[in-house]
T-cell receptor, first 113, second 116 residues
Framework: QKEVEQNSGPLSVPEGAIASLNCTYS??????FFWYRQYSGKSPELIMS????GDKEDGRFTAQLNKASQYVSLLIRDSQPSDSATYLC?????????????FGAGTRLAVHP | GAVVSQHPSRVICKSGTSVKIECRSL??????MFWYRQFPKQSLMLMAT?????????EQGVEKDKFLINHASLTLSTLTVTSAHPEDSSFYIC????????????FGSGTQLSVL
């Protein structure tokens, strides 16, 4: 199984600031990348998917992908206390005949008022 | 969005008992479902890929005789933790991929298993 690396945090940002979350992956052939948000005791919910190099924006969220550097990031603009959660980076891996999502350990984000 | 239902949400059991967890795709057919396990403050670890009508594919290090997976229909997969022990206590999450949504996974709400 290939690796997906994230800084565990916590990443603490003030309300209204930009939160920047980073992720690196080891499988060079991966083509699909995802950011999930997980609140404590809950299952993950999909925030963004990105497949091409560059930026992809959706509301306050921007995902950035650089396949050459094997790096994907998530920017959260105008951070709110409700954004406080663990953010999981996930990379698609084709193995054993199936497309599987491999998750990083997650970065805990704390947005303080 | 697609809905994946998982039951029960919480189980507390004695050591040595078996626990069955159900995962249903409510509004779509899921040929393949995935079972993950998550220990506190750790990431989701893929346990196995559940295939409708055939045997599950287990990840390295996952005991297939302990974690029995049955994918009886296109909308139902079950995970049975046999002879559970305290070290099996964890958050178990199922997920399914819907056709025509690419590789996005839709997750069930998870099952918190506590083995005393």
């Amino acid at each position: 199984q290939k690796e997906v690396e994230q800084n565990s945090g916590p990443l603490s940002v003030p309300e209204g600031a930009i939160a920047s979350l980073n992720c690196t992956y080891s499988d060079r052939v991966s083509q699909s990348f995802f950011w999930y948000r997980q609140y404590s005791g809950k299952s993950p919910e999909l925030i963004m998917s990105i497949y091409s190099n560059g930026d992809k924006e959706d509301g306050r969220f921007t995902a950035q992908l650089n396949k050459a550097s094997q790096y994907v990031s998530l920017l959260i603009r105008d951070s709110q206390p409700s954004d406080s959660a663990t953010y999981l980076c996930a990379v698609n891996e084709f193995s054993g005949g199936y497309n599987k999502l491999i998750f990083g350990a997650g970065t805990r984000l704390a947005v303080h008022p | 969005g697609a809905v994946v239902s998982q039951h029960p949400s919480r189980v507390i059991c004695k050591s040595g008992t078996s626990v069955k967890i159900e995962c249903r795709s409510l509004d779509f057919q899921a040929t393949t479902m995935f079972w993950y396990r998550q220990f506190p403050k750790q990431s989701l670890m893929l346990m196995a890929t559940s295939n409708e009508g055939s045997k599950a594919t287990y990840e390295q290090g996952v005991e297939k005789d302990k974690f029995l997976i049955n994918h009886a229909s296109l909308t139902l997969s079950t995970l049975t933790v046999t002879s559970a022990h305290p070290e099996d206590s964890s958050f178990y999450i199922c997920s399914a991929r819907r056709q025509r949504t690419g590789e996005k996974l839709f997750f069930g709400s998870g099952t918190q298993l506590s083995v005393l």
